[in-house]
């Protein structure tokens, strides 16, 4: 086990609605990043925060929004869900100034099934 | 595309048998890394080496990396029932704030 959780572990949504996913990095951690990973693909960087700001974000469409809170903690939200967006979303969190060049642990995922 | 991309896509062994998968990448980079995924469950960090680094070790694995050829290896050695996963490569480029690019990774079966 890593010490980052993620919640919820399944969800299922419709095309159109919004989602929510939660984020808790390992202790002393301060950066996190979140991944998708379409089945039989390896994960996609969506973004990264540092420290409550967003410090880097891969190719995806400005419905997918982010937010670190004080702890450190993380949220990542989906608007106007599409089918493609069925995929395991990961968390990762790691140390260090800004988490570069650093080993990243990752939660569990949550499987996000758009319906 | 900066993402590493791994080969072969699919091994299958027996067990005690040494796996090896290979791992090419396109820009220079400062370390790259390896990690593990058992069925499509969070990935498990492996092992890092650095850019400066040639061989690295681990328990039953070992890494190479070429830089001048773009092209990283994993050995796992004495392989188990218990090895069977997805293994990605993750070669991290400077000045991407240290994301991770994964490619579609190698999936290993251990056959007892």
């Known amino acids: 086990e890593t010490g980052v959780t993620q919640s919820p572990t399944h969800l299922i949504k419709t095309r159109g609605q919004q989602v929510t996913l939660r984020c808790s990095s390992q202790?002393?951690?301060?950066?996190v990043s979140w991944y998708q990973q379409a089945l039989g693909q390896g994960p996609q960087f969506i973004f990264q925060y540092y420290r409550e700001e967003e410090n880097g974000r891969g190719n995806f469409p400005p419905r997918f929004s982010g937010l670190q809170f004080p702890n450190y903690s993380s949220e990542l939200n989906v608007n106007a869900l599409e089918l493609d967006d069925s995929a395991l979303y990961l968390c990762?969190?790691?140390?260090?100034?800004?988490?570069?060049?650093?080993?990243?642990?990752f939660g569990p995922g949550t499987r996000l099934t758009v319906l | 595309s900066q993402q590493g991309e791994e080969d072969p896509q699919a091994l299958s062994i027996q067990e005690g048998e040494n796996a090896t998968m290979n791992c090419s990448y396109k820009t220079s980079i400062n370390n790259l890394q390896w990690y593990r995924q058992n069925s499509g469950r969070g990935l498990v960090h492996l092992i890092l080496i650095r850019s400066n680094e040639r061989e690295k070790h681990s328990g039953r694995l070992r890494v190479t990396l070429d830089t001048s050829k773009k092209s990283s290896s994993l050995l796992i050695t004495a392989s188990r029932a218990a090895d069977t996963a997805s293994y990605f490569c993750?070669?991290?480029?400077?000045?991407?704030?240290?994301?991770?690019?994964f490619g579609q990774g190698t999936e290993l079966s251990v056959k007892p």
């Open positions: 990762a969190s790691s140390p260090g100034l800004r988490g570069q060049y650093n080993e990243q642990f």
């Open positions: 993750a070669p991290t480029p400077y000045n991407q704030g240290g994301k991770l690019i």
């Open positions: 202790s002393g951690h301060n950066t």
